[in-house]
């Protein structure tokens, strides 16, 4: 166990300590955002938005630009979904978890594609499209860019798209050094899981209180 211990806390011997902290804090709010949006509950939005704002500047730090993209994407989706949550569908129910239509999957498949050409752009014009990690951090944007913009419309689907993109991610984070990132990821596995077998259950049932 100390060998573990040993092993990832030397990842981390060129870091600054302020860095890691931030690491660590952002950790434990995106953590709290996906539990809060298992249980449907409004939360997810303001910890999100707490977690993905330091976020981006981790990962500005750590030159994953793709996946800082996808923080200040889910910053500003936070803030969409926040609304879109909130809005009733009469006096005392909002708005139910459904199914993916069929013009928003031809949507979601739209976003995909957009999502890469423009980040893998961004990588070039960086001049930093220059090893595997930015081709699979340009695929894992794509991926968590569709996810994010199907939590915020309340779609069940959404859960697909982070178990996907959470298997890719801990593996690239482990090899760029974020340990602590690369375990929340990895618990997020599972909380995504949970998450579909949970929305499934109240698909298509208008809540009374997102706080839950």
Do not use: C
């Not at 993916?100 to 960086?126: G, P, R």
């Not at 909380?191 to 109240?202: D, E, M, P, Q, T």
Request: glycine content about 6%; overall charge positive.
């Amino acid at each position: 166990m100390s060998q573990i211990f040993d092993w990832v806390f030397s990842q981390y011997q060129n870091t600054p300590t302020w860095l890691l902290v931030l690491e660590l804090i952002s950790v434990f709010f995106n953590l709290a955002s996906v539990i809060y949006s298992k249980r449907e509950n409004i939360l997810v939005f303001p910890t999100g938005l707490i977690g993905t704002g330091i976020g981006v500047y981790i990962l500005f730090e750590y030159e994953l630009l793709g996946d800082m993209l996808i923080n200040a994407y889910y910053f500003v989706m936070s803030i969409i979904g926040w609304y879109a949550w909130s809005r009733k569908v009469d006096d005392k129910h909002y708005i139910p978890i459904t199914l993916t239509s069929l013009i928003e999957k031809k949507l979601a498949i739209f976003l995909f594609i957009i999502t890469l050409f423009f980040v893998a752009a961004v990588y070039k014009l960086s001049g930093k499209f220059t090893v595997w990690t930015d081709f699979v951090d340009t695929i894992t944007t794509a991926i968590f860019f569709v996810g994010m913009w199907l939590m915020a419309k309340k779609k069940l689907e959404n859960w697909v798209f982070w178990i996907v993109g959470n298997i890719i991610t801990v593996p690239l984070y482990l090899y760029k050094g974020l340990i602590f990132t690369s375990i929340l990821y990895l618990i997020l596995i599972f909380i995504a899981f949970y998450g579909y077998s949970s929305w499934k259950i109240n698909l298509n049932k208008s809540p009374q209180t997102l706080l839950k």
